[in-house]
């Protein structure tokens, strides 16, 4: 998995995944705001979304239990069945421990696979609400 920590040299700390090679990037900003609240983690998903990205994706997730998270979904050109179990696992479980979790800039071929795997609209709906 490639994770790339992109943050603002002022508020950000730049730490790579250790295992740097298959295309998930992750910009972190640990900032917080003058409430109190945690900046999203931004993930950008790898253009295929097949079986190995699957463990990858899932790994990424893994690391950002806990804080919140903004799925970038416009590279994606194919959506395979595990790896949309693997995103809506984690949207469960951040919805489970009201962890904010949304998915944006969803690419055409997202969308499709969305609806060829049978998610509703309401929950399409659900995933990007801001």
Do not use: Y
């Amino acid at each position: 998995m490639r994770a790339i920590m992109e943050e603002s040299a002022l508020q950000q700390d730049i730490q790579p995944d250790p295992s740097e090679a298959n295309g998930v990037l992750t910009t972190t900003d640990n900032a917080e705001t003058d409430a109190g609240a945690r900046t999203p983690v931004h993930m950008e998903l790898p253009g295929e979304l097949g079986f190995a990205a699957a463990e990858e994706v899932a790994e990424a997730f893994e690391h950002l239990r806990d804080s919140p998270v903004v799925v970038d979904a416009s590279k994606v050109s194919h959506l395979g069945a595990l790896a949309l179990q693997v995103i809506l696992s984690a949207f469960l479980q951040w919805r489970r421990d009201s962890c904010d979790f949304r998915i944006t800039a969803m690419s055409a071929a997202f969308e499709e696979g969305l609806t060829l795997l049978g998610i509703s609209d309401d929950l399409k709906q659900e995933m990007v609400k801001t």
